[in-house]
């Protein structure tokens, strides 16, 4: 069974840093490309960024561009987004999700984290 | 940047009722769009994907099709457990989602 599970959501200021994780499992995760997409509160999707199954190809929304870094270690299955500069913009849940290819729809889903960024 | 549209942006329907939502991109984007079904605290399901293929285990009272810069997400019959918000996503170009059709019991 395919399960990705989000963590490091929290609550953090203006200006500040979070670093979220996604672990995977049930599938081979150095197969697939990832990605993160993000709902802020009572909205809708945002997609956010992609990395392929290699990190070849990175791409990011351009409202992320420059403050969030998206990596991965397949030797762990793990998929992360560093979040630099924060804004009280940033407030939403964030999830990752698996795609076939960097460009592509998303059929697995995690659970999401909350970040909340508010002095 | 690519920009989705959906209308509408809500539909009140009643369980049976034939039920179709459009979206729209600003340029082509071939097929490659999807449709995804969201419940309030839940993430997305993926409904639809390269406009008409059905997803593995999704109920084929959903159906959708199209191609270019306009698509349609079609419900044959409604069911109880429909009621929800629909997203469509083009992947043509990197990728952007529709702002979103909540789906309310009439």
């Known amino acids: 069974e395919v399960q990705l599970v989000e963590s490091g959501g929290g609550l953090v200021k203006p200006g500040g840093s979070l670093r979220l994780s996604c672990a995977a499992s049930g599938f081979t995760f150095s197969s697939y490309s990832m990605n993160w997409v993000r709902q802020a509160p009572g909205k809708g999707l945002e997609w956010v960024s992609s990395?392929?199954?290699?990190?070849?190809?990175?791409y990011y929304a351009d409202s992320v561009k420059g403050r969030f870094t998206i990596s991965r270690d397949n030797a762990k299955n793990s998929l992360y987004l560093q979040m630099n500069s924060l804004r009280a913009e940033d407030t939403a849940v964030y999830y990752c999700?698996?795609?076939?290819?960097?460009?592509?729809?998303?059929?697995?889903w995690g659970q999401g984290t909350l970040v909340t960024v508010s002095s | 940047d690519i920009q989705m549209t959906q209308s509408p942006s809500t539909l009140s329907a009643s369980v049976g009722d034939r039920v179709t939502i459009t979206c729209r991109a600003s340029?082509?984007?071939?097929?490659?769009l999807a449709w995804y079904q969201q419940k309030p605290g839940k993430a997305p399901k993926l409904l639809i994907y390269?406009?008409?293929s059905l997803e593995s285990g999704v109920p084929s009272r959903f159906s959708g099709s199209g191609s270019g810069t306009e698509f349609t997400l079609t419900i044959s019959s409604l069911q109880p457990d429909d009621f929800a918000t629909y997203y469509c996503q083009q992947y043509n170009s990197y990728s952007s989602f529709g702002p979103g059709t909540k789906v309310d019991i009439k």
């Open positions: 340029q082509s984007i071939s097929s490659w």
């Open positions: 999700a698996r795609g076939d290819t960097v460009t592509s729809f998303f059929d697995y």
């Open positions: 990395i392929s199954s290699s990190s070849s190809y990175i």
């Open positions: 390269k406009a008409s």
